[in-house]
């Protein structure tokens, strides 16, 4: 009798325990740029975002790894890409031992966890049966956005959409996280939930449902210096940046060689000129791919306001945990895949097949320089939020402290009331790269680190304190092995981000003795990330 007393003690313990953890969420956004949310100086509308900033934080220098699938083994392991395999990435490498994705430290919490929409975690394919979801709807397609052919749920493949019919990628992910929270309502209410929710959008192709693009119809005509221009002004009288506006660089054009773009016509520019020289045909041209865009982060805000309404109806909202962000910045690459791409069609519909490029790029990620793949702070810079009712005790404010997508892992089991590993390793696994950011959420305290590292596709960049020293790839060979790795300091430059975050002034003849320290100290993690790889 005794020990089914103790046992039945245990169980209601341990259910009181889990009804204390807070439900979390984490919604990222594809290739969106430092400056595409309403609360971080954009012209687009995103009240839903906007109602989170309002509400809860906003962070103004946290960092991505400048692309999708090392900003999401990131966010799943707590390490840097580098040290787990993941960036470069090699077919068939698979996460090493020590590294399990978030589910796997949170279910042992009695978390019940839910994916749906894109997951690009390479070295862990199934998203069940190697992420450690419950339930997963994957968007293996990045090339559609109204019939992808390559998607699933639970690990096995659903039927490819057909063309014409009522389908949009963000609406679909979106429908497959409310489904799952219907069901975790209805199922399993008791237990704390862990939502990862990945939108494909706007990433690139540019497409977007009609009506969604008649709202920006025309609106970017006035070009992309003049809505840079508005979006630095609203920045700064926001408190986000400090910086100057970095000048656009009319010879840095796409990160990748252009093959076949004849079927963009004569309205595409493959540089950011400045908009007063361009013709009349490509402002009209790149003036429709904005709208797209903008119609995708409009679109992706109005889907997120039905994840908010499904938490609130069901009595969640005070004890819910909502971080936002974005993969990487805003992308300058200019190419043509899927379907191809239609000029005759309606520019955002299924049968084109548009992208971003440089000059809406460099807007988008005001104030900053570059974009997706560089490790400049226009790649790697992004909004992120954080809502936490019962949590945050000073909601619209902004949070200095620099952090990084390593930090999730940490923060949330922090969060789960589980700072510690929950998960079985072995005794040799390192420890989280990141540092928890809940000090900073909860009570707004500056989060101590050394540094924050950096590096894609031969790019690298370490930042300590205000320093950061970057070393930019030439040419357009991919490396196996950074160039940035060979002796010597005379290609890294080296920026104070406390007044120039837009990276305008090369202290490194100033400051060599500074440069020297923190390229080293690059090298010598640089090595030790990649050792822990092999």
């Known amino acids: 009798m005794r020990t089914i007393i103790l046992i039945i003690l245990s169980l209601f313990c341990s259910a009181v325990l889990a009804a204390e953890r807070p439900n979390i969420i ?13 609360s971080y100086g954009s012209e687009i509308q995103t009240p839903n975002l906007d109602l989170l900033a309002e509400h809860g934080l906003r962070f103004t220098q946290f960092y991505n790894t400048a692309r999708c699938w090392s900003t999401r083994a990131a966010l799943m392991t707590g390490y840097y890409p580098q040290q787990i395999g993941a960036d470069p990435f090699k077919k068939g490498t698979v996460l090493p031992k ?12 009695g978390y019940q966890c839910y994916h749906s929409g894109k997951w690009h975690v390479n070295g862990a394919p199934n998203v069940v049966a190697d992420g450690g979801f419950d339930h997963s709807y994957l968007l293996n397609d990045h090339n559609r956005n109204f019939n992808p052919q390559n998607h699933s749920y639970d690990d096995k493949p659903l039927p490819p959409v057909k063309a014409g019919t009522d389908f949009y990628t963000a609406t679909e992910i979106t429908n497959r996280t409310l489904r799952q929270l219907d069901e975790h309502f209805q199922n399993d209410k008791d237990k704390p939930f862990f939502v990862f929710t990945a939108y494909t959008v706007p990433h690139f192709p540019l497409q977007a449902p009609a009506q969604d693009i008649a709202k920006y119809k025309d ?11 508005e979006r630095y002004n609203r920045l700064k009288q926001l408190g986000i940046v400090l910086c100057p506006l970095s000048p656009r660089e009319e010879t840095v054009g796409p990160p990748y060689p252009q093959n076949n773009l ?5 309205g595409e520019v493959l540089l950011p000129l400045a908009w007063d020289t361009l013709s009349e045909e490509q402002k009209h041209f790149q003036a429709g791919k904005m709208a797209v865009h903008a119609a995708m982060v409009d679109r992706m805000d109005a ?11 069901n009595g969640a909202w005070d004890n819910t945990v909502i971080f936002f962000l974005s993969d990487n910045g805003a992308s300058a690459e200019i190419m043509i895949r899927g379907d191809g791409h239609n000029p005759d069609a309606a520019p955002g519909s299924a049968e084109t097949f548009l992208c971003l490029g440089p000059g809406w790029s460099t807007a988008s990620n005001t104030p900053f320089r570059r974009h997706k793949v ?5 790649g790697i810079s992004t909004s992120f939020l954080v809502h936490y009712p019962k949590g945050i005790k000073d909601p619209g404010k902004l949070r200095n402290t620099p952090g990084h997508v390593v930090d999730i892992v940490p923060t949330i089991l922090d969060f789960a009331g589980a700072p510690g590993r929950t998960a079985s390793l072995p005794e040799d696994a390192p420890p989280f790269s990141g540092v928890s950011l809940a000090p900073a959420i909860l009570s707004g305290k500056e989060v101590q680190r050394d540094e924050i590292y950096f590096e894609h596709e031969g790019n690298a960049a370490l930042r300590s304190g205000d320093w950061k020293v970057l070393y930019t790839k030439t040419g357009e060979q991919k490396p196996q092995i950074p160039a940035a790795q060979s002796e010597g300091t005379a290609d890294w430059a080296l920026y104070n981000l406390a007044v120039d975050r837009s990276e305008q002034n090369n202290l490194a003849g100033v400051e060599p003795e500074m440069r020297t320290k923190l390229v080293s100290r690059w090298r010598e993690l640089n090595r030790q990330y990649r050792q822990q790889a092999e």
Not at 219 to 229: E, F, N, P
Not at 303 to 313: C, Q, S
Request: glycine share 12%; aromatic share 10%.
């Open 26 to 38: 984490l919604l990222v956004a594809d290739d969106m740029g430092f400056s595409d949310l309403g």
């Open 98 to 109: 020590w590294s399990p994705t978030l589910p796997h430290y949170l279910k042992p919490l």
């Open 219 to 229: 609106k970017y005509l006035k070009g992309w210096d003049a809505v840079r221009s």
């Open 262 to 266: 004849a079927p963009l016509g004569g």
């Open 303 to 313: 889907e997120i306001g039905r994840i908010l309404d499904k938490i609130k109806a």
């Open 374 to 378: 560089w490790n400049h702070e226009g």
